[in-house]
């Protein structure tokens, strides 16, 4: 295995590891079909949406593995309508939340920015 | 306990958009309209109205004379619609959507200014066409609506 393929691996079974930070949230994709995947959901403290000018709304920045089964690949990944579905706040109900932009990836990890 | 007339119009603004959803009538497709709470409490979606009410202006030479006196204010609402559309269809919906919110927006044609009678006149302000870098876009349509109420009561009308 080389140092690409175990950083790659490590993206799943490392970094997305549910028995460390990260946790269990369903991925819903815009064509309808779902699949429960890891992901670390950062919480941030509420934002103004840039696009709507005065909104306030919570901003989730979410890292997932780069991968079409334990993760979300960036090439089936489509910000016209794909969500996740996570509690808001910890010990709350689960909801479904956008992911409106896309904010890095490379072949390991996807960062996503949900609200 | 009776609501402020800023209040009755803002449910009045509410209502008509409503109408939009699932509606055929109009191209754009609405799936639902959106007040924000303090705390969001929403998330951006394709084809969703987001109503956030704007700045508040006096109109004093509106006004008119008695005992209270009638005082003009001038209230904008911020008309948004989100437009979030399947990154690999290139649709860009922006006129479309700016569009049936003014066809909406003026329906009844020779009444829809005055809100049931609450308002003396709306204006439609200037269109803002929102881009964003790989976020959502969007169209904002704000409103600004010219009402008169007694000045010991804003929840009594003096049209």
């Known amino acids: ?115 | 306990m009776p609501l402020a007339i800023v209040d009755q119009i803002h449910d009045a603004i509410v209502s008509r958009l409503e109408a939009m959803v699932n509606d055929d009538d109009y191209e754009i497709g609405i799936i639902e309209v959106v007040v924000p709470t303090r705390i969001g409490e929403f998330t951006p979606r394709d084809r969703q109205i987001v109503i956030v009410q704007g700045d508040d202006e006096r109109v004093a030479e509106m006004d008119i004379p008695g005992n209270p006196p009638g005082v003009a204010r001038k209230q904008t609402w911020n008309i948004r619609c989100h437009l979030m559309p399947d990154e690999n269809s290139g649709e860009d919906a922006v006129n479309q959507a700016a569009a049936d919110i003014l066809k909406c927006l003026t329906t009844p044609n020779s009444t829809w200014h005055n809100w049931g009678g609450l308002a003396i006149n709306t204006e439609l302000g200037r269109i803002e066409y929102v881009s964003f870098d790989g976020g959502p876009d969007g169209v904002n349509v704000p409103i600004h609506v010219l009402y008169r109420v007694s000045e010991y009561s804003p929840f009594v009308s003096r049209i």
């Open chain 1, 1 to 115: 295995m080389t140092l690409h393929d175990a950083i790659r691996s490590d993206a799943v079974s490392v970094f997305c590891n549910a028995d460390d930070f990260a946790e269990s949230v369903v991925y819903y994709k815009r064509n309808g079909l779902s699949r429960t995947i890891n992901a670390v959901v950062i919480r941030e403290a509420f934002a103004i949406n840039p696009e709507d000018g005065d909104t306030i709304t919570p901003v989730f920045e979410v890292h997932v593995a780069n991968d079409d089964t334990d993760g979300i690949s960036s090439d089936e990944l489509n910000i016209g309508g794909d969500m996740l579905a996570f509690a808001v706040r910890v010990g709350k109900a689960v909801e479904r939340r956008s992911i409106v932009r896309l904010m890095s990836h490379d072949e390991g990890m996807l960062v996503l920015e949900c609200r």
